[in-house]
Nanobody
Framework: VQLVESGGGLVQAGGSLRLSCAASGFTFSRYAMSWYRQSPGKVREKVAA????????YYADSVKGRFVISKDNAINTVYLQMNSLTPDDTAVYYC????????????WGQGTQVTVSS
């Protein structure tokens, strides 16, 4: 399994970023995928998920209405469009398969840093 996140950076509050995650080593189209984030001193949390077979999406309350997750099975890539960013969104963002318990994941990519300045 390989997960390569990209697209992070420094942005002012109110700005937008689009994260990408290229996945390989598993049958991407058969898995729901999620974005997770971890801020310093905080536990890693799931912020969005996209399910297979058009079963919809999930968003954490903290990002609902601002973030949009999408998936392109043709190129094994999952995206996270982040709008109206706030300093509370500052974190390292990771993609992975969708886990109900993220601590059962046996592999993580390097993540991509998102920093939102006030």
């Amino acid at each position: 399994v390989q997960l390569v996140e990209s697209g992070g950076g420094l942005v002012q509050a109110g700005g937008s970023l689009r994260l990408s995650c290229a996945a390989s080593g598993f049958t991407f189209s058969r898995y729901a995928m999620s974005w997770y984030r971890q801020s310093p001193g905080k536990v890693r949390e799931k912020v969005a998920a996209i399910y297979i077979n058009d079963r919809g999406t999930y968003y954490a309350d903290s990002v609902k209405g601002r973030f949009v997750i999408s998936k392109d099975n043709a190129i094994n890539t999952v995206y996270l469009q982040m709008n109206s960013l706030t300093p509370d969104d500052t974190a390292v963002y990771y993609c992975n398969k969708n886990y109900s318990n993220l601590y059962t994941a046996d592999y993580w990519g390097q993540g991509t840093q998102v920093t939102v300045s006030s």
